[in-house]
Every structure is written in C-alpha cells, then in structure tokens.
C-alpha cells in the first residue's frame, strides 16, 4: 500500500509516545485507578514488552491504546501520542479511523478471535475492503495470500478456503497475525499470543513475531506474564506493577541488572535454564500485588518490598532514568545497583536447603496401556468402535524421595498416565507394582489403605477444592476417610496440616473463594498429604499461578518431600520447572515414552529429536543464551489414528525414510537413559548440545 | 526479636504466614475479606439472598409473591364468607320478587341485619346475590351462585401456594435424584433413564397431567401427583446437564481419591455447586404449575368442588362473562400476578447471580 511505502522505514520518531497515562474504572465503590503514571515510547522495528504478575494493569494498557475500555472505564490523566497525534481527546469515529489502519491487535485465544461461520479468506479480505475501498476484490486475494505465505503457512491457497475449525491452534494464530499485518500497522499489539499454545508451536509463534518485526518494520507491544517469552522476542521490557511501571531497560541490561526490588524477586523466583534444586533455591517476596482500590500512599512497592525504609511509606517514587536508557522507579535504584542497599531478610521467601535423598523404588510401571474405546460411528453408537491408546507400553520406576517429571505437548498422554495410576481411569493392559501392591482396577476397587498411600494435586486451584465446602471440613473428610484418627482428633490433625503448608488454623472455617490462587494450592496440598502419602501426583500443580506464588509452591513440595521422603510424579509442560525439580524425567509423545533417564542426561546429547525439538523450544529466561533453532511442522496427531511404527515420524526433523514405519529401536544407555528412535547412539550422541547450560548466567538471588 | 514496623493499616493479612518461632512480617494480601467467616445461620441465610436483592425487577416478582404468601397464609381471617356461603342480600321493603334483579331467588335463609341474634319476627326476606358486580357487601362481587368472589380468592391461595410448591418440590427431588444418577454414572444407566424421561416430554404437558388426573380422578393428591411427574423430565435434564460438567471437576476426583462413594460424591460434591441454577429454574416451574392447577381447574380436572379454586372459577365465570365479568376477571387477575412475580423473581436471581459469579 501506498501509505506503507511512504512511512519512514526506520527512525528514531517514535511511533507510539505513551506520557503519564492514567485509567479508570467507575465502580459501585467509586472511581479505582487501574493504571497510573505509566511512560513509555515505542519505535518502529522495536519490540517493547510489558511484563508483570496478573492484576498490574498491562492488558488495561493495551486496551487504552485502541480505545476499547468498556463503558465504565476512561483514560483519565496523560497522552498517548500515536504517528505525532493525541489519541486521548479524539472522538470514537476518527479512533476508529486511526485504528483500522495503523493498529493491530492480536489476543490471547486464537478461537474466539476468528467467527467460525466465515472462510479464511473472507476474513481476511475484509480487512482490507473495510478500510480502503479502492483495494478491489482480487487484489484483496492476492495480498492475503501473499500474507499467509509472509507468516509460513503451508499451501495459503487452500488456506483461504478453509474454516477457522480446520485450523490448528498454532494456524489459527498465524491467521490472525496476518490479518494484523494486513494494513500494514505502525503498531502490533499483542496480548499474551502464545499463553493457549503449547510449547513447540509457541516458538514458532514467537520466531514469527521476530521475523514480521524485520520484515515489516512494525512496532510491536507485546503483553505477557511469562519472562522466559519476554527474553525471546523483546528489545526493551517495562515491568509493571500495582498499574505502574517500575523499570524499563534494554532487555539484556534488565536481566544481567535489575535494579527495582520488583524485578529482582520476579527473577529470583524463576529457575533459570538447567537449574537444579540441589544447586540453587528459588526465592521469592512475600504478599500478592495490591488490589487498585487499596494501593498504599507511598511506594506501590513497599508493603513487600525488602529494600523499603521509613521514606518509602510516605514518598511516591518518581519514575527516573538512570543512567541512559535504564528507568528505575525507586528511592534507592543508586545504593542497589551499587549493592550497597540493605535488605530486610524477613519479606523474603528463602526455602529450607535440605533435598531429599533417593530411597527404594517403590513404584515400576511395565508396560502399562490406557485404552480409551470411542462410540462408533454408526446409528446408536453402534458399528465398529476405535480406540483410543492414550498410553501405550509405558515403563517407568521411580524411588522413594524422588520426583519423575512427566513432559510432553497437550494430547501426549502424559495426565493419563497419572490419572491410570491413581486409579481414576481403569488399567486396560500391563502392571503396576506400587510398595509390593499390584495396582489393578480403579479407585473404586482400591481399599482406603491403598488409596492413603496415593494421592493427587490438581492444576487448576479453582477447580481443586468444592466452591461450597469449608477448607477445614475437606481437609477433615479426607482425614477421617484415610485415617484412623479418631474422631476428637482430626480437628488437630487437619490444623497441623494447614500449619505445615504454612497457612495455620485461621483458615479452617474459610471457603475457597476467600483464597486467593496460591492458597488454593496449598489446602489442596494439605489435602493430598492428610494420608501420609507415599507418592503424589502433582499435574500442572503452578501452571496456573503468578511466576513469585509457584516459587513458594514448588519450595513447599520440596520441602514435603525432604520431612516425608515422599515419591512425585510431576506432569508439566514446563520444561525448566521440570529440569529444576525432577531427578528422572520421562518424555512422551502420542501416549508413549520417547525419552526416558536421570535428569543429568538431559542436559547434553544424545536426545530423542523430540526432546530435541522440546529443548529448543523451552523459552529461557535468560537472553543471552541462544538455544539451537530446532522447529516441528505441524501438531500432535490424532490418538485415534497414530502414524504407523514410530509415532514421531510426522513432524520428525531427523526422519530418515521408510524405516521410520517400523516400530523404532530402543536404544538403553549405561546412565539408564532409553530412547526410542531408529537412528544409531553414536549419531545421536554427536548431535550439538541445544542449549550451552555453561553460559547460563547465575541466578541473582535477593538474599546471597 | 527484631524490632517490628508499626503496621499502618490495622487489619492486615499475611499472605504466607511465616515459619513458627521466625518474627512474623505483616503483608496486605488484598484477597480473602475476614468478614463472613463464622457468620450465625441467620446472617448467612440474609447473605445468601443478596442476589435477590440487588436485582430491581428480582424484588418487585419477590412483593408480588410475598403478597399472595401473606394472603395464604391470612386467608380464614381475610375471608368475610365461608366459600361456600352464599351472600344473602335484603328484600328491599314493599318490593315483590319481580322488582329483583333478573335471575335472583330467595335465600333459604332469611335476611337478619348483620345480627344473627336480631329476633325471628324482626328478620327481613332476603335474596341470593347472584352475578354481581363489586359491591359493599361483596368487595368483588358474587359469582352465579351467589358466592363471595373476594372470600373464594382468599381462601383459594391457600389452596395455590401450597399444591403448586408442595408438587414441584417433589418433582424436583425425583427429578435432582435421576439427573444426578444419570449424569454421574453415565453409560447405560443415563441411556435408559434419559430416554424414560425423553418419551414423558414427547407428549404436550398439557395431555400428560390430564392423562394423569382423568385415570385416577380428580383429587389434591392427583393433581400434586400429576405436576410433579410433569416436571421431573425438565429438572432431571438440568441436573444432569450441570452433573456432567461438575463431575470432571478435579474436586470431585479428589472426593474419588480418598473412597468416596457414588451417593456421598452427587450430594454432597456435585449437588451443592449445581443448586444455584436449580433454585431459579424451581422457581420459574412453580409458576408453570400456578397455570397448571389453573388449567386443569378450568378444564373441571382440578380440585373437586366445592373447593375454591382459582381456575374452576375462571371457568363459572366463563359462562356469564358478557353480563358479570367481574367473576372470572379477579381470579384471572390472581394467576396472572402470582406467574408474573414469580418469574420476575426468578429472572432477577438469574440476572444478578450471573454478575456475581
């Protein structure tokens, strides 16, 4: 487009010059001031990323910059200047003007964002006629099929015909973001793109945000809760926190040098790449974000932060740069940087040291299958069933104060394993032999002894505890059903319990909506330990929780797991929380174990090429190490129809050739490593290492 | 113990309380209000009614409803005749039976002025008010036998707002109890049972309650019975529909987990987190069953006579409604505003539960 070709393709003129804006909401309770005094500009080819725990005021941001706040809220102090024009005191039509053409916004989920009744490329198209009535139809086509080949998608031309529901997840956000791109926007704005996705599509997402950003000379605003993602794709980060910005560096400079106390506890709190829980703790700061409603006088901050004085209390900080580009907003950013500052140990989460040590194995699956039959497709359900084989041929053990780390992509297989462990799917094939028991059919044929001895932590803390049951009175069922306490005494026992994950006896009459998250969490751990448990699954157990909340979590299984030698089971997408934890670590794909060994292995070659392509993926928090670029094309097959011989033969990017059909050989090394793949040891082992774990910076601990 | 910060605010919370014997740090967590923690019953039972009021059209259906309870419930004291007595008005004096108005007869009963204990001698003739319209002696007329329209109405809420909730209450635990089973156990069991309850709503609901009440005859047992076998397929159906999605919830697994059993698991896990929209959907079904006592009234199915009953006098006053509307207007009226507030009471719980949660 002509406008394109027009704009200065490079520049030092921001494109979006944001200046103490401040938003907000009229409520029943009065106006509440959901982002105030936040400054940032943003030039064209720069990624700026706006981080921060949920409730700080980035999405709120994002939303003022288009306009779409809602009918109670309202940009109430500052300017944003966008292309050398104030957005704030324009009328809806001229915003809207303004919009279509230089601003795009991509959400977090790719389904609700495509109306699933049109065609792609009616979707698309529309973009453009919309805004321009001179493009004509064909050219209409032409650009987005250009679009969709600028975003990688395979076969664009028949992309167009398709319906969003045809689309993967990953596809559907292609589509989206070509459709962002289509006018040629000054401005991207994404919003958490790649939360819904799973890992290996989230780096191709990402390498993509990267790409356009060259490409197009764009400049994207990219809203995410997630550091590792942060270290990816932005130039610049600004934190933020209680609806302000507390710092904004260059990216390199804010993860080598952090000077506001919130940035550092975000840091600390976060396993860097190939930490160990031997080697490093997480420590994290005390409290939750502030609620906009009640922030304190002084310092957003200073209620939690371990750095506050006196002055602190009374004083706002003003947001000040440092030196060049590094704005701080805090009284003491000098004597911090300088390390001179003292610090209240007290406001710090620092863990106990203690690890536990391995004991006897007290759990070996042999081949153990999960077949799910699906209703046919005939009338009544009748005609032939297929069957699902959710888990297929797994064999694994595990010892007595160890953590086996369960990993794979969403549809691997993985909760399903668990959950046939446990009792809560039946066993179709294979055994399970669990402290000399064999563990045979379903919890409902398990007898209370067995069922004391395992025990389950949910992902979702909303979904874990029953919205109308007191805290105490689950816990206390749970002990009354797995115990012989007696009856005077469970009272004391579940007491004992809430102490032990550190919330005390004042949360027994409480209903979980009274919780928040973290604390959620840790009654469902209370509950999963009322039995004395010998092993515990813990799925997705901080997938859900704010990055300084999963910190404490994790420190408390480790813990539990120190005092009571128990055995976890870990199931996480989350590959550097799963190399930090788990001393084994089992990698599945399409309901079988491709890589299995001792964590250490998975630190260098050999790796399965799934564990390969996992491995890059991992978005590290850390942007100084460049990880290998390994990329899978496409998504996980369908369970009901796996490839034929090895599984991975789809999207594998060492696929030799025919041999791939045939079931793959099982390779078993001297450390106990096994993996599943047709290509020879020796080739495998020769593969360069994926990331360079010695690069990896130190973790700035708050507390040395 | 190191010194401590004064706190600045009183009531503050610590997110994770510290280790025991560690000098304890207060935080503002900003979650979990200390309030309505240990609450007595009667404060949670007003808590519990917020969404209710919070909702402008919710309390206006709430008024209308309390008003007819009320009236129910006074209904012998509001009364100024026995259902079943016929107004007796007096012979005006010299008057002969053809200055009366068309159709009316003499009473049986003589006409004594408001005394009963007036002397034989002194009693005047009286006749039956029959078709009247609204007058002193009868607030809202008489029907074609002479009786008290206002004293009928009166007495018949009673009859209304005890059958209607008695029946559905029953509907609903038969009902609550199936859905529950079939959602939770799934398979066959939800097969048969979803299509028992599949063949009861192929028929018009009107056809299955006459089915039912013209085989077994018309009584107060059959016409409960018939509601709430009309309504067990529609609160089964919810149920199960809420039971399928509570029972995956990880709550509900970990119920499983420590050997709960099937019974304990749909009462006492499931049941509780479905009652929110079960409770609504109970309320719009008593007034559904306000109309279908009214119906099956009208249809001369309903309560047997001479029971006042709101319907059955729709229908008397049918008949006459050209000369003396006024006979079925009121009872008509009654149903109406009784369904009316019902649902409105229903929809402003629906609303604002919705915002609430």
Known sequence: ?704 | MAPEKPPRKPPVETAVPPVPGAPAVALPTGVAPSVGLQLPWYKRLWEGTIPLRASRVGMVGFAIVAFWTLVAILGPVLARYDPGDQVVAPIPKGATILDLPGGAFPSTKPYREDNPDTPEDETILGYVLTNSGPTSTAWFGTDDRGRDVYSRLVIGARQVMVIAPLSILIGAVIGILLGLAAGYYGGWIDEILMRILDAIIAFPIIVVLLLIVSSIGASRVTVIAAIAVASIPGVARLARSLTLDLRTRDYVSAARLRGENAMYIMVREIFPNASGPIIIDLTLRVGYAVFAIATLGFLGLGLPPPTPDWGSMVAEGRNFVTTNAWAALFPATAIATLVVGLNLMADGIRQESARYR
Request: hydrophobic share 40%; aromatic share 6%.
């Open chain 1, 1 to 704: 487009m002509a406008t394109a070709a027009a704009s200065p393709r490079t520049g030092t003129e921001p494109v979006l010059s944001v200046r103490n804006l401040a938003i907000d909401y009229q409520t029943r309770k009065g106006d509440i001031p959901a982002v105030r005094d936040v400054t940032f500009d943003l030039r064209r080819g720069e990624t700026l990323a706006i981080v921060g725990e949920s409730g700080c005021g980035k999405s709120t941001v994002a939303f003022a910059l288009i306009g779409f706040l809602g009918k109670n809220g309202r940009i109430s102090g500052g300017s944003v200047e966008f292309l050398g024009q104030d957005l704030t005191g324009l009328e809806e039509e001229q915003l809207r003007r303004i919009r279509g053409n230089n601003i795009s916004m991509v959400y977090q989920d790719p389904t609700s964002a495509l109306n699933p009744s049109l065609r792609v490329g009616v979707q698309l198209a529309e973009i453009l006629t919309e805004h321009n009535e001179e493009c004509g139809e064909k050219e209409a086509y032409e650009q987005c099929v250009a679009m969709l080949e600028h975003v990688h998608m395979p076969d664009p031309k028949k992309m167009m015909e398709r319906y969003p529901h045809q689309l993967s997840g990953g596809q559907r956000q292609r589509v989206i973001i070509a459709g962002g791109l289509l006018n040629r926007p000054a401005l991207l704005i994404m919003d958490e793109p790649t939360t819904a996705l799973d890992v290996t599509i989230e780096a191709t997402v990402l390498d993509l945000v990267q790409e356009i950003k060259e490409k197009f000379n764009t400049a994207v605003l990219f809203i995410t809760h997630d550091l590792g993602v942060v270290a990816r794709v932005a130039d610049r980060v600004a934190v933020m926190y209680a609806g302000e910005v507390v710092e904004e560096a260059p990216i390199k400079e804010l993860f080598a040098n952090p000077l506001h106390p919130y940035t550092r506890g975000l840091l600390a709190c976060i396993p860097r790449a190939g930490a160990f829980k031997r080697d490093t703790v997480l420590q994290s700061i005390l409290g939750v974000v502030p609620p906009p409603n009640a922030l304190p006088t002084g310092c957003a901050f200073e209620p939690r932060c371990p750095y506050s004085e006196e002055r602190s209390r009374d004083e706002h900080p003003e947001f000040r740069p440092l030196n060049g580009s590094h704005s701080v907003r805090c009284h003491f950013a000098e004597e911090i940087a300088a390390g001179t500052k003292s610090l209240d140990e007290r406001k710090v989460h620092i863990p106990a040291a203690a690890v536990a040590e391995p004991g006897e194995t007290i759990l070996e699956a042999t081949d153990l299958k999960t077949y799910y039959a699906q209703k046919g497709r005939g009338l009544f359900g009748l005609g032939e069933k297929s069957v699902v084989k959710a888990c297929d041929d797994v064999d694994f053990s595990l010892r007595a104060g160890q953590t086996l780390g369960l990993v794979g992509e969403s549809g691997s297989g993985k909760s399903t394993v668990a959950k046939t462990i446990l009792g809560l799917e039946p066993v179709t094939g294979g055994h399970i032999e669990f402290m000399g028991l064999d563990l045979k059919g379903t919890v409902d044929d398990r007898a209370s002894k067995t069922l004391k001895l395992l025990q389950m932590v949910f992902q979702s803390p909303d979904a874990t505890l029953n919205p109308t049951m007191k805290v105490g009175s689950a816990i206390a069922r749970t002990v009354a059903k797995l115990t012989d306490t007696p009856h005077k005494s469970v009272r004391g026992r579940v007491i004992e319990l809430l102490d032990s994950v550190k919330l005390g006896e004042r949360y027994y009459d409480r209903l979980p909506r009274q919780l928040s998250g973290g604390e959620k969490q840790r009654v469902a751990i209370a509950r999963a330990l009322a039995g004395n448990p010998n092993l515990i699954v813990a799925d997705e157990p901080t997938s859900a929780l704010d990055v300084s909340v999963q910190a404490a979590v994790l420190n408390l299984l480790l813990e539990i797991q120190s005092e009571n030698n128990t055995a976890f089971i870990l199931i996480t997408h989350d590959l550097n929380v799963v190399l930090y934890l788990a001393d084994w670590i089992a990698v599945m794909y399409l309901g079988h174990i491709v890589d299995y060994g001792p964590r250490e292995a998975f630190l260098k070659p050999p790796h399965h090429p799934y564990t390969e392509a996992l491995l890059s993926a991992i978005p590290l928090p850390d942007p100084s190490v460049e990880p290998k670029k390994v990329r899978l094309e496409g998504t996980i097959p369908s369970a009901i129809d796996p490839p034929k011989g090895c599984v991975f033969n789809t999207r594998c990017p060492r696929y030799i050739g025919e041999i791939c059909h045939t079931d793959p050989k099982i390779h078993r090394l001297e450390n106990g490593q096994m993996i599943a793949c047709h290509h020879d040891i020796e080739y495998l082992a020769s593969i360069d290492p994926v990331i360079d774990f010695d690069e990896v910076q130190e973790p700035r601990l708050l507390v040395p």
